[in-house]
């Protein structure tokens, strides 16, 4: 073998090592939050000023990261919209990353989200939200139970009834 071929079949051979300690990396790395974890307690903008993200003492809490420019999103804010009283018994935080959504001025296509006394419109920044939730995939949902522990991670769409399912037991 020729030494330029033994050269390129060494860099060959190191960039595939280097592609595979990445992604053992990635696939051993643990989760950013992990079912049993705290709610992590972030400061937010809201629409009546700052606040905190909290949990609610006699209820679940939902945490729900949505996006103005997912159709998926849209789909699940209008479906909530639709069904804000079966949602009456849990707190929720529908919070976005989108750097030019303003809560109180772009919600206004989801009236009844937006006067329900048990949903937050939370705007945040990507880089917090990433520390202390993971990957921004969207929608994603966190319940939280009463004490503020996370029951449940979804990532993507869900059905409402299912998502009312995980609800029930996790306020139990």
Not at 43 to 68: H, N, Q
Not at 84 to 109: K, W
Request: aromatic share 8%; glycine share 6%.
């Amino acid at each position: 073998m020729t030494k330029s071929k033994r050269n390129a079949t060494l860099m060959i051979a190191l960039l595939l090592a280097a592609v595979l300690a990445g992604l053992l990396y990635a696939a051993l790395k643990p989760p950013v939050l992990p079912l049993g974890a705290r709610m992590p307690a972030l400061a937010f903008a809201s629409p009546t000023g700052s606040d905190t993200l909290r949990p609610s003492p006699t209820k679940p809490t939902l945490v729900i990261l949505f996006s103005m420019r997912c159709p998926h999103c849209l789909y699940e804010l209008d479906l909530f919209e639709q069904h804000i009283d079966q949602l009456a018994g849990a707190r929720i935080y529908l919070a976005t990353t989108d750097r030019d959504f303003t809560p109180g001025a772009d919600n206004l296509r989801w009236p009844l989200l937006s006067c329900a006394e048990n949903v937050i419109w939370v705007r945040l920044e990507e880089k917090q939200y990433t520390r202390h939730f993971g990957a921004a995939i969207s929608p994603c949902f966190f319940i939280f139970d009463h004490e503020g522990v996370l029951r449940e991670k979804i990532r993507g769409e869900i059905k409402l009834e299912a998502l009312l399912a995980k609800i029930e037991p996790a306020g139990a």
